[in-house]
């Protein structure tokens, strides 16, 4: 893995990868030329229906999607010599899920994806090392995470947040509609703080075969790094891709409902498979 420079964020060690997202995917998707930060080209998955898409698409396919599969590498393989894990299952009210993913809180890089049991309404972890872990669930049509994004108190001012926003709002033109839904950390002119940002293109996709689609989106969820340059501003140092979709005929369009739910966040592993028992998806 290339890595750009160590840095301390927020007071835990890391060292900040180009968007993997960038670097990784191959795929049939193209952006519009639209600046230096378009993305032309894109890997996309669908998880509503946890299946590749079908077949590729041609002009009189129209609403069925492209065939691309989602990088194997956007998320950390178990760890062979890890006999921790996680187990659990979502209350009887809720959607069966449709991905599950843990995030390992001193290491934003590693984001693993577990397996569904029991038709969407259990989930099970294996090869997780030891430590504390967050969850995001996805669902047909929202998105609950408890993603830890600042050990400290969350000194950010509101100038901070609208700032921070600002920021982030003119990264990746290929995305035209963004919510920057939570963010915490470190206030101030020597700032860090981390995000949680749903992005969706919902204007005319180009494939590589120069076929334009207006009848598909993609979507992307990420944890976001930023930092404060004084009076300059803040900057959006670093991402970490969590999901991606590709989003077809039948599918919910548009930005996905968010949920913050603290009780998916700080799940502790060990050196065996821990039951997380039955957890609800509300705030």
Same mark, same amino acid.
């Given at each position: 893995?290339?890595?750009?420079?160590?840095?301390?964020?927020?007071?835990?060690? @890391?060292?900040?990868?180009?968007?993997? @997202?960038?670097r990784?995917?191959r795929?049939?998707l193209? %952006?519009?030329?639209?600046?230096?930060h378009a993305?032309?080209?894109? =890997?996309v998955?669908?998880?509503? !229906?946890?299946?590749?898409? &079908?077949?590729?698409? &041609?002009?009189?396919d129209?609403? *069925?999607?492209?065939?691309?599969?989602?990088? &194997?590498?956007l998320?950390?393989?178990?760890? @062979?010599?890890? !006999?921790g894990?996680?187990?659990?299952?979502?209350?009887?009210? /809720?959607?069966?899920?449709?991905a599950? $993913?843990?995030?390992?809180?001193?290491?934003?890089?590693?984001?693993?994806?577990g397996? =569904?049991?029991?038709g969407g309404?259990?989930? /099970?972890?294996s090869g997780?090392?030891?430590?504390?872990y967050?969850?995001?669930?996805i669902?047909d049509?929202a998105?609950?995470?408890? $993603? !830890?994004?600042?050990? %400290?108190d969350?000194t950010?001012? /509101?100038n901070?947040?609208?700032a921070?926003?600002? /920021?982030?709002?003119?990264s990746?033109p290929?995305?035209?509609t *963004?919510?920057?839904h939570? @963010?915490?950390?470190?206030?101030?002119?020597?700032g860090?703080?981390r995000g949680v940002l749903?992005?969706?293109?919902?204007r005319?996709?180009?494939?590589?075969?120069a076929?334009?689609?207006?009848?598909?989106q993609?979507?992307s969820? *990420?944890?976001?790094?930023?930092? &404060?340059?004084?009076?300059?501003?803040?900057s959006?140092?670093? !991402?970490?891709?969590?999901?991606r979709?590709?989003v077809?005929?039948g599918?919910?369009?548009?930005?996905?409902a968010?949920?913050?739910?603290?009780?998916?966040?700080?799940?502790?592993?060990?050196?065996?498979v *821990?039951?997380?028992?039955?957890?609800? $998806?509300t705030?």
């Amino acid at each position: 893995m290339n890595v750009r420079r160590e840095e301390r964020f927020g007071g835990w060690e @890391s060292a900040a990868p180009r968007d993997q @997202s960038r670097r990784r995917q191959r795929g049939a998707l193209q %952006a519009i030329p639209g600046g230096r930060h378009a993305v032309a080209a894109v =890997l996309v998955f669908v998880f509503v !229906t946890g299946l590749p898409l &079908s077949q590729l698409a &041609s002009a009189a396919d129209k609403g *069925k999607g492209t065939g691309t599969v989602q990088s &194997s590498q956007l998320y950390t393989p178990p760890d @062979s010599a890890a !006999t921790g894990g996680l187990r659990g299952r979502f209350e009887l009210s /809720a959607k069966p899920a449709a991905a599950v $993913l843990a995030l390992a809180v001193d290491n934003w890089r590693s984001v693993y994806r577990g397996t =569904l049991e029991d038709g969407g309404h259990a989930f /099970a972890f294996s090869g997780l090392p030891a430590g504390r872990y967050d969850l995001v669930v996805i669902t047909d049509d929202a998105i609950y995470e408890g $993603l !830890t994004l600042a050990r %400290a108190d969350d000194t950010l001012t /509101a100038n901070d947040r609208a700032a921070i926003e600002a /920021a982030i709002l003119k990264s990746t033109p290929f995305f035209d509609t *963004k919510c920057l839904h939570r @963010s915490a950390g470190l206030g101030g002119n020597e700032g860090k703080a981390r995000g949680v940002l749903q992005e969706v293109r919902t204007r005319p996709v180009t494939l590589q075969s120069a076929e334009v689609r207006n009848d598909i989106q993609v979507r992307s969820l *990420k944890l976001v790094l930023t930092e &404060s340059a004084g009076r300059p501003g803040w900057s959006l140092v670093n !991402t970490r891709e969590i999901i991606r979709q590709e989003v077809t005929e039948g599918q919910v369009k548009g930005l996905l409902a968010h949920h913050f739910v603290p009780r998916l966040g700080g799940l502790r592993v060990v050196e065996t498979v *821990k039951d997380a028992g039955i957890l609800a $998806l509300t705030p």
